[in-house]
């Protein structure tokens, strides 16, 4: 459906819409340990003809609850990191206050373009040579200084594509710092409460967010949040690894498909 019919849908149609794409992101965030703006940003776009950069920052806003909701489900599985999500929190918060200032003005047609190939690589990877997590070492200063960088990224794709940060979060967690599938997830959605709400914060300073729709949104994926996070702890490792692999090429090719399109209209 394209945008100008999207926005001739009746209101009752049009919040349907913003509950089915809250509540299906919200069991993608439970179940993979990512904020679910994945889903929701196109959904914004496509289902609700949003503006891209406002469903950008809408979709941040939505995540909030939705990432908290998960949250609980990994806590009360016992399927959380806290030292190394605060360490990630550190690099997130900051990362996100630079991603949301920078989705006002740098052109994200490179950011994109190395995106896209940092998930294709990633979900090669994860399918070719799925690592064995056997579990993090101690946390000396070198390991500390790579989760603070790793929050730096992933909270500045927060701020600038809308996303949580878990697709860059995960990944790292389980091949780099070795650790285990369902507590990377639950690590993930603990870093990604404050990097969400602290990118929110700074669109609604730059009113680059309708925070009803991001009600709605939210609201709408927190059961479903909470049941992915259970079915998240009892999966086995490598199924979890396959899904995700697939979940990130698919992401992949939504970004690469946003970019050709792009670049279309604009050589017209």
Do not use: C, Y
Not at 70 to 94: K, S, T
Request: charged share 10%; net charge positive.
């Amino acid at each position: 459906m394209s945008a100008p019919d999207a926005s001739r849908r009746s209101p009752a149609a049009r919040l349907g819409g913003e509950i089915a794409v809250g509540a299906i992101a919200g069991f993608l965030s439970g179940l993979f340990g990512v904020g679910g703006g994945i889903l929701i940003v196109p959904g914004l776009v496509f289902l609700l003809a949003m503006g891209q950069r406002l469903a950008h920052g809408t979709s941040l806003a939505a995540i909030v609850p939705i990432a908290v909701a998960g949250v609980g489900g990994f806590v009360a599985g016992g399927a959380v990191d806290w030292p190394v999500a605060g360490v990630i929190i550190v690099g997130a918060v900051v990362g996100s206050m630079i991603g949301t200032a920078a989705l006002r003005v740098i052109p994200q047609g490179a950011l994109r373009i190395a995106f896209i190939v940092f998930l294709v690589a990633t979900a090669a990877r994860i399918v070719i040579a799925a690592p064995h997590a056997t579990g993090r070492g101690e946390l000396d200063v070198w390991m500390v200084l790579g989760l603070v960088l790793l929050g730096v990224a992933s909270g500045t794709l927060a701020g600038l594509l809308g996303v949580g940060g878990g697709i860059v979060i995960v990944p790292v967690l389980v091949g780099l710092f070795l650790v285990p599938d369902a507590v990377a997830k639950g690590t993930s959605l603990v870093v990604i409460v404050p990097t969400a709400l602290s990118g929110t914060l700074g669109n609604i300073r730059h009113r680059n967010v309708d925070l009803r729709v991001a009600a709605i949104v939210g609201v709408a994926g927190v059961v479903s949040a909470f049941l992915g996070s259970q079915v998240a702890i009892d999966m086995d490792p490598r199924t979890s690894g396959v899904l995700f692999a697939i979940l990130l090429a698919l992401v992949a090719l939504r970004m690469s498909v946003t970019a050709i399109r792009e670049r279309a209209s604009v050589s017209r």
